[in-house]
């Protein structure tokens, strides 16, 4: 067991309480957004994170203490036993830590909505809390259970649980959603989600499959799930040209949104061929993605998206909405964001990228991947977070 009280050890403490961590991989950038911040940052800062002991499927993890501290890749990470998700539990471990500031990457989660009662109620020292919501407060995933949301919105707005927060966006687009959600004393801060170091390091950019004109290999790789809106694509599979394979890859999350998809994808043409291939572990990420010509991804609504910055860096150009920060692809030349609201241009797009031939394939191929190299040396990517933290740290707002 490893002790949670502070040592000689003079780094600032900041606490996340987040619904899954490591060795969890099936939840999205979230996860890998929280990851990555303290792969970066541990030499800076002490991080302790509370989470809970499964990664989603209620199957609790055979390699961790539960109920415990454990020493995981530069934090000591407590697991939450799912008889222990409450709010008694979450004081009790606040008042062991002590932090300095806290770090929640949910607005909605149970272990959020738990800590600012706790604050509300002073039950917990009142520290700095930042909140990066992590695309919640978008439209798209606003519409998702919108009369839950709207009331729970209500009632928080009456009670000011969300009041004196330090919200921390990830671009401007989510800046503008979130001061939707604005109470007294807020603090607004736009800084990308951070990238792992390795993001490339196993890209396998010299075994892309050879690009023949008339076919296309496209990759899903995504949580499969109402807001990623996968069913749409598959209602608007029209007029396509040529041999088109799309895999889809990645938990499914809502099982009765699967039910609607899954019988659309037996009555797609011969000439298309859309297939379930399963989960994927984190570490084969970058090889997968190397497997395809493109990545495809028609959300409703994005705050960031590791996975495109993965698929760039493996050599895919992106075809996604227009919903998310990366945007005027076309121009940059390393794909395509596209509005929902014109499903002839998707069919356009796709019957280009099938008829494209390998020399320009190649060269959109390396555009992305330059891309991605270009923008990881990008010292914001690492300094805007730097910001956030140390404003929490540094600057009495709660």
Not at 92 to 97: A, K, P, S
Not at 234 to 245: C, F, M, T
Request: with cysteine; glycine share 6%.
């Amino acid at each position: 067991m490893t002790s949670s009280k502070k040592t000689d050890n003079i780094k600032p403490q900041i606490l996340v309480i987040c619904n899954y961590y490591l060795p969890g991989y099936k939840r999205g950038g979230g996860l890998r957004t929280l990851v990555n911040m303290v792969e970066r940052f541990s030499d800076r800062f002490d991080f302790r994170v509370i989470t809970r002991d499964h990664d989603g499927d209620k199957i609790s993890y055979d390699s961790v203490k539960v109920d415990d501290w454990n020493d995981v890749d530069g934090a000591q990470v407590f697991y939450l036993p799912q008889n222990k998700v409450t709010l008694s539990k979450l004081r009790e471990l606040v008042l062991e830590v002590e932090p300095e500031t806290i770090y929640l990457n949910s607005v909605f989660s149970t272990l959020t909505i738990f800590l600012l009662t706790l604050r509300k109620l002073k039950l917990i020292p009142q520290v700095n809390i930042i909140i990066a919501p992590e695309g919640e407060l978008s439209d798209g995933a606003l519409q998702l259970k919108a009369r839950k949301k709207k009331l729970f919105v209500a009632f928080a707005k009456r009670t000011g649980l969300y009041r004196n927060i330090i919200w921390k966006t990830t671009a401007q687009l989510e800046e503008v959603e979130t001061r939707r959600f604005e109470e007294r004393g807020g603090n607004f801060f736009v800084a990308p989600n951070i990238p792992s170091r390795q993001i490339l390091a196993n890209s396998q950019e010299n075994f892309k499959p050879e690009k023949k004109i008339g076919e296309a290999k496209l990759i899903f790789l995504s949580r499969f799930m109402r807001k990623k809106n996968f069913k749409w694509l598959v209602e608007n599979l029209d007029n396509i040209k040529g041999n088109l394979i799309i895999d889809i890859i990645g938990p499914i999350e809502d099982e009765e949104y699967w039910q609607e998809t899954e019988p659309l994808l037996k009555n797609l043409p011969a000439n298309i061929k859309v297939k379930y291939k399963g989960l994927l572990e984190y570490e084969k990420v970058m090889p997968k993605l190397s497997e395809y010509h493109f990545f495809i991804l028609p959300t409703l609504g994005e705050n960031f998206g590791h996975v495109f910055i993965e698929a760039l860096g493996a050599g895919c150009p992106l075809i996604i909405s227009d919903r998310t920060p990366w945007l005027d692809l076309e121009e940059k030349q390393i794909g395509w964001d596209i509005a929902l609201e014109h499903p002839q241009r998707w069919q356009e797009i796709l019957n280009y990228c099938i008829n494209m031939n390998e020399t320009s394939y190649s060269k959109l191929s390396k555009n992305s991947r330059e891309f991605a190299l270009q923008w990881l040396k990008n010292p914001e990517v690492e300094e805007d977070t730097l910001t956030v933290l140390k404003f929490s740290l540094n600057n009495s707002v709660s």
